[in-house]
């Protein structure tokens, strides 16, 4: 079984939807985040959590919201889609206290298409 | 403002032959460097690593180097495989500082059999 997983895996909805992206993780680590990667644009964070009641805003934050329900979940919202947040996704958890933090393991992903 | 530049979006190379991936960065104070590879439809997987303090680090065929006075590092493979085809990403992060992973754009690696 894989260690992180995302549900759903692929999504298309519609402008002005509301839409929630869920990670899972089996690893124990404490730390998790959420990027989206864009054609040409590498991998850009959205938001990260240290522990289960942190949350911080990384470089893109806007128009995202986020829920750490649990050490192993993470939660990324779109709380009103709009075209130009299609990407790809992905959910990443690292460890401080294995001292090995550097070190993320990333999940399969999810495609998001907003039409 | 980009920290972590891979200039080049992609690389073609010949099965056998040696890869070069170069990475730039503009943050003196990153002192920890990455490269994960990410094949089409997985999310990215961790290849290999250095501190600050080396200037060279080797795991099998992958190699990474880092010239710090140049802010440059790069991952040489060493013979290059069809199966190492996939876009490699170069991170950075800060240990003491804001301890986020900072990705480059990535580069495209292609190996021809």
């Known amino acids: 079984d894989a260690d992180v997983t995302q549900t759903p895996r692929n999504r298309i909805t519609k402008t002005g939807k509301r839409i929630m992206l869920e990670c899972s993780q089996t690893?124990?680590?404490?730390?998790m985040y959420w990027y989206r990667q864009d054609p040409g644009l590498g991998l850009r964070l959205i938001y990260y959590?240290?522990?289960?009641?942190?949350?911080n805003k990384g470089e893109i934050s806007d128009g995202y919201s986020v829920s750490r329900q649990a050490q192993a979940k993470f939660s990324l919202s779109l709380e009103s889609a709009i075209p130009n947040q299609t990407a790809l996704y992905f959910c990443?958890?690292?460890?401080?206290?294995?001292?090995?933090?550097?070190?993320?393991?990333f999940g399969p992903g999810t495609r998001l298409t907003v039409l | 403002d980009q920290q972590v530049k891979q200039n080049s979006p992609s690389l073609s190379v010949q099965e056998g032959r040696i890869s070069i991936l170069n990475c730039d960065y503009t943050?003196?104070?990153?002192?920890?460097f990455l490269w994960y590879k990410k094949y089409p439809a997985e999310g990215p997987t961790f290849l290999i690593s250095?501190?600050?303090?080396?200037d060279k680090n080797e795991d099998g065929r992958f190699t990474v180097f880092l010239n710090k006075s140049a802010k440059h590092l790069s991952l040489h493979i060493v013979p290059s495989q069809p199966g190492d085809s996939a876009v490699y990403f170069c991170?950075?992060?800060?240990?003491?500082?804001?301890?986020?992973?900072?990705f480059g754009k990535g580069t495209k690696l292609t190996v021809n059999p």
């Open positions: 959590s240290f522990d289960v009641k942190d949350i």
């Open positions: 991170a950075a992060i800060s240990q003491g500082g804001s301890e986020k992973l900072v």
């Open positions: 250095i501190s600050s303090i080396k």
């Open positions: 943050n003196s104070m990153f002192d920890y």
């Open positions: 690893k124990g680590h404490d730390r």
């Open positions: 990443a958890t690292s460890d401080k206290t294995s001292g090995f933090y550097n070190e993320q393991f």
